[in-house]
């Protein structure tokens, strides 16, 4: 182990080894978290493209609405038109929660149920092009708001697999290594120790022997 240093005792050797099953079941567990997120992060990339072509879809159709209802209408006319909206709508912004993501939802209502609170002019002075545009808007805004919570759920889902990677490859390339390492050099260590403390008992028993061997001559 690089820099650090290790009490070669059986208490330590305990610890380590307890440390090193701890260490493995939570590498595991978060290789599993990071494949899940991994998994779910692709399923909520493939709705992102699939959602933003069509918002993307809609929103050049509303525009070539405006562009043909301006070349019918004066600017003034436009104007005016859009000068005191009819219909409100409040945004509500609610979480759930997706391995331990906070994932953002968005819900919004209206002021009123009625669809053609949308439009807030007259139908006497603008033209029908005005009228698609607007509508076309209105029934966009829902795949807007979802569009917008998928990219913020995939923004979010994105730095949760980052930090879960790097906590994968800290545990796989420096700790669980170490704690290896660790309990390696305690275990050689101790083994050096019990074959030094046998060869001296050896040595002990067998200067014992000589002394009593020497002994029983000297009482010959």
């Known amino acids: 182990m690089a820099n650090k240093t290790v009490t070669a005792t059986?208490?330590?050797l305990t610890r380590l080894k307890r440390k090193l099953v701890t260490t493995r079941r939570g590498h595991k567990l978060l290789k599993d978290k990071r494949d899940e997120l991994m998994r779910q992060f692709l399923a909520m990339v493939r709705d992102n493209m699939e959602l933003r072509k069509k918002v993307e879809a809609g929103l050049e159709a509303a525009n070539k609405n405006f562009v043909l209802a301006k070349?019918?209408?004066s600017e003034e006319a436009v104007n005016v038109a859009f000068m005191t909206p009819k219909q409100e709508v409040s945004l509500e912004v609610s979480e759930k929660n997706i391995m331990s993501v906070d994932i953002p939802v968005f819900e919004y209502k209206t002021r009123t149920s009625d669809p053609n609170d949308i439009y807030s002019y007259g139908f006497a002075f603008t033209s029908s092009d005005l009228d698609d545009a607007v509508k076309s808007l209105?029934?966009?805004?829902?795949?807007?708001?979802?569009?917008?919570?998928?990219e913020k759920a995939c923004?979010?889902?994105?730095a949760e697999i980052?930090?879960?990677r790097r906590r994968v490859n800290a545990l796989e390339h420096v700790i669980i290594p170490e704690t290896e390492?660790?309990?390696k050099?305690?275990?050689m260590k101790l083994d050096e120790n019990e074959r030094s403390t046998q060869i001296r008992l050896m040595k002990v028993k067998d200067m014992l022997l000589?002394?009593?061997h020497h002994y029983s001559e000297r009482e010959a």
């Open 10 to 12: 059986r208490m330590e």
């Open 71 to 73: 070349s019918t209408m």
């Open 138 to 150: 209105s029934d966009l805004l829902p795949d807007m708001l979802k569009l917008a919570e998928i």
């Open 155 to 158: 923004q979010l889902m994105a």
């Open 162 to 164: 980052e930090k879960t």
């Open 181 to 183: 390492a660790g309990i």
């Open 185 to 187: 050099m305690i275990t």
């Open 210 to 212: 000589e002394d009593a």
